[in-house]
């Protein structure tokens, strides 16, 4: 059973910068596409960023420039770099398979960023 749990979530001000971690378990890490995705109140999830087995990545153009997606095979650890950081970027932070290459897997816990003066 895959396990995915989220970390690195806070209360931030604006023009700041997280960093998210999320732990990968249960599946052979390596081969697998990677995403980050984010609900915010009211709307729907969300894919933010996305990285292949081949460390090909991909943004929505609401975070590019500012978000930076990257894995660690060795850790099974997905993690997403946020600079520049603003209220709409307020959200419940997910990481998953893309679901562009299969079903996504069990959702984790997710980790809350908080963007506020």
């Known amino acids: 059973q895959v396990q995915l749990v989220e970390s690195g979530g806070g209360l931030v001000q604006p023009g700041g910068s997280l960093r998210l971690d999320c732990a990968v378990s249960g599946i052979i890490f390596s081969s697998r596409a990677m995403a980050w995705y984010r609900q915010a109140p009211g709307k729907q999830r969300e894919l933010v960023a996305s990285i292949t087995s081949g460390r090909s990545t991909n943004y929505a153009d609401s975070v590019k420039g500012r978000f930076t997606i990257s894995r660690d095979n060795a850790k099974n650890t997905v993690h997403l770099q946020m600079n520049s950081l603003n209220a709409e970027d307020t959200a419940v932070y997910y990481c998953?398979?893309?679901?562009?290459?299969?079903?996504?897997?069990?959702w984790g816990q997710g980790t809350q960023v908080t963007v506020s003066s």
């Open positions: 998953n398979r893309n679901y562009k290459f299969g079903t996504v897997w069990d």
